[in-house]
């Protein structure tokens, strides 16, 4: 059984910064993930891209965060990072970690975790 836990999100005011940050763990022994990312969904809205990190650190952003927020991963300890700088209120939304492809004793697979609440507002 693995997990996606993800931590650091919060209250912030617009342009300020806050950071995400998410752990796979879990019973079985992880080898490798082939895509981290984040996605993010605010209310009444379909769940939209972030940013993605693959494994040889090529990434992926979202047009809206394209140049405020940065992503990152440690590959050995399986987990990812996500800066955000200049949020705007519009950047209000519930944050999910995703791992594609990720391995372990028992084979290949997706996972997502619970979700974390992010609120930019004065």
């Known amino acids: 059984q693995v997990q996606l836990v993800e931590s650091g999100g919060g209250l912030a005011q617009p342009g300020g910064s806050l950071t995400l940050s998410c752990a796979a763990s879990?019973?079985?022994?992880?080898?490798?993930?082939?895509?981290m990312g984040w996605y993010r969904q605010a209310p009444g809205k379909q769940r939209e891209l972030v940013a993605t990190?693959?494994?040889?650190?090529?990434?992926e952003y979202g047009n809206s965060v394209r140049g405020r927020f940065t992503v990152s991963r440690d590959n050995d300890r399986h987990t990812i990072s996500l800066h955000m700088n200049n949020l705007k209120p519009e950047d209000t939304a519930i944050y999910y970690c995703?791992?594609?492809?990720?391995?372990?004793?028992?084979?290949?697979?997706?996972?997502w975790g619970q979700g974390t609440q992010v609120t930019v507002s004065s």
């Open positions: 995703n791992a594609v492809r990720l391995a372990t004793e028992t084979g290949w697979s997706d996972y």
């Open positions: 990190v693959r494994r040889n650190g090529s990434t």
């Open positions: 879990g019973s079985e022994r992880i080898f490798s993930i082939s895509i």
